[in-house]
């Protein structure tokens, strides 16, 4: 993700599925408001997701600023560039 504000941090992740499956996932969030018990937002398509559906979209600004985690899985090996 680009041109993002300096407050947010976007990391990628592996979250652990049920079954034991590894799911890649790369999280975005506002380091102000970040605590190990903030709740997490889904944003993606399913299998129609694209590469545009990551980039950064000012709207989504007001669930960080509440502490939101947004959480893009990288579905279909879906490639990212983390800067």
Known sequence: MTNMPAHLTCERIEAQARDGTALPLVMVYDKRFYTDQSAWVMC???SE??????AF???R???TDRGFVLAF??????IIELS
């Open 73 to 78: 899985p990288m579905i279909r090996g879906t």
């Open 49 to 54: 997701a694209d590469k545009e559906d990551l």
């Open 61 to 63: 600004l007001s669930l």
């Open 57 to 59: 979209k000012a709207e």
């Open 44 to 46: 993606s398509r399913g």
